[in-house]
């Protein structure tokens, strides 16, 4: 039995997407119902989302964890699903499937891709804003790297700092990053 070849011309539902077949060589998202097709993240990006997560979870409490590369339903009133470069959900989720709902989700984080840059500090905010995650970070992988920490205030992402170097927040729990960690000197890579 052969899959149903993917139709760019249609409107999807979250539950069609999440019955598409896996496909290795790029990463779809749903837009309003529509896919989005982008490519997978280069491996100086993917490189920083790593070093990050070992930040995170070395600080985490056991019954919270990261994800990457997971599919995230927005629950939005149109379907809306993103593959954010981090997720923060509760332990037990990490096994479970392939996609995450916004209400799993404690802290959301964007390392900001050249190819992406509207999507990653216009779009995506507001989209998981909407769906009420608490807190979201775009990380800027530029020398020097830095953060910018949004804050949901009434349904509304608020910049509560911008870091370069290292930060420290409380909400929605605390963590203490050291961006210069995330990359390397230029003549270690």
């Not at 052969?2 to 539902?13: C, N, S």
């Not at 056991?62 to 959900?89: F, G």
């Not at 910018?148 to 290292?166: C, F, K, P, V, W």
Request: hydrophobic share 40%.
């Amino acid at each position: 039995m052969t899959a149903e070849p993917i139709d760019f011309r249609r409107q999807y539902t979250v539950a069609e997407f999440a019955a598409l077949p896996e496909d290795n060589s790029a990463r779809y998202e749903l837009e309003e119902g529509h896919l989005v097709v982008s490519p997978r993240p280069s491996n100086a990006h993917t490189k920083v989302i790593f070093r990050l997560c070992e930040q995170i979870e070395a600080q985490l409490p056991a019954d919270l964890t990261t994800m990457s590369e997971v599919d995230v339903d927005l629950q939005l009133s149109v379907p809306v699903v993103r593959i954010p470069d981090i997720v923060v959900v509760p332990a037990i989720l990490e096994d479970a499937k392939r996609m995450v709902t916004a209400a799993d989700v404690v802290l959301v984080i964007e390392v900001i891709s050249p190819g992406s840059v509207r999507t990653d500090t216009k779009v995506k905010p507001l989209e998981y804003a909407d769906a009420g995650i608490p807190s979201m970070w775009l990380i800027d992988q530029d020398r020097p790297v830095s953060a910018t920490i949004l804050t949901s205030i009434d349904g509304e992402y608020e910049e509560s700092q911008r870091a370069e170097h290292r930060f420290s927040v409380l909400e929605p729990l605390p963590l203490t990053i050291d961006l210069d960690k995330l990359r390397r000197s230029p003549d270690r890579g």
